[in-house]
């Protein structure tokens, strides 16, 4: 079965430092959501891609946090700088260009900040 | 935008019993609701889904029920078991454009006790 491929599974870092999480979709998926999902909440959306473009990111804070996928396969989320708010997990998903179909999630980022 | 209210936030019950979980949704051009389950310190996964044009789904012991008119869905669980006991979520889509963004619920905490 094909998966959603995210890297690292954890990362501890010290507010104001940066971090980037890395995230590689299901092979042939155009559409690339990053969620942000903060313990014992649903996943929120961060950011959508469709293809490199980014179509939806009215809820990325972005004075800390872009978001690239240049050549509209893999995608990095990046914080700079990281504050003790921003600890959460950081899930990717992918989906098809024009079928709505349920997105499979990768494994996530748990990321600790402190 | 879209807003998916979800009750309860936990349920307890007893193995064998049912197990249901109910979710509204604001938007009434939401097309698509998946329910995903979601293990402690795993990614969420997909497990049942409707479309807006049916009104129930069942896959064994897993069904989902949709009401338009109401805006409102529910997930039932028949016999449960231990292994169910877990995090749901639902989540309602909706397509602007090509393009489709899942909303969550803030999730149920299931426990099913032997």
């Known amino acids: 079965e094909a998966e959603v491929a995210q890297s690292p599974r954890y990362k501890i870092t010290e507010k104001s430092q940066a971090v980037a999480f890395w995230c590689d979709p299901i092979?042939?998926?155009?559409?690339l959501y990053w969620y942000r999902q903060i313990l014992g909440q649903g996943p929120e959306l961060l950011v959508q891609?469709?293809?490199?473009?980014?179509?939806?990111d009215s809820q990325l804070p972005k004075d800390r946090f872009s978001a690239e996928r240049l050549k509209g396969v893999d995608s990095t989320l990046k914080i700079q700088p990281a504050e003790l708010g921003d600890s959460a997990m950081y899930l990717c998903a992918s989906s098809h260009l024009v079928a709505n179909y349920g997105y499979t999630f990768g494994s996530g980022t748990r990321l600790t900040v402190v | 935008g879209e807003n998916v209210e979800q009750h309860p936030s936990t349920l307890s019950v007893q193995e064998g019993d049912s197990a249901v979980i109910k979710c509204t949704y604001s938007d009434s051009a939401s097309n698509y609701f998946p329910w995903y389950k979601q293990e402690l310190g795993k990614r969420p996964q997909l497990i049942i889904d409707i479309r807006s044009n049916v009104g129930e789904k069942k896959d064994q012991r897993i069904a989902v029920t949709l009401n338009k008119t109401a805006k409102h869905f529910s997930l039932h669980i028949t016999e449960t078991q231990p292994e169910d006991s877990a995090v749901y979520f639902c989540a309602a889509s909706i397509r602007s454009g090509s393009n489709y963004k899942l909303t969550f619920g803030k999730g149920t905490l299931l426990t099913v006790n032997p």
């Open positions: 092979s042939g998926h155009a559409t």
């Open positions: 891609f469709q293809d490199e473009s980014v179509v939806d």
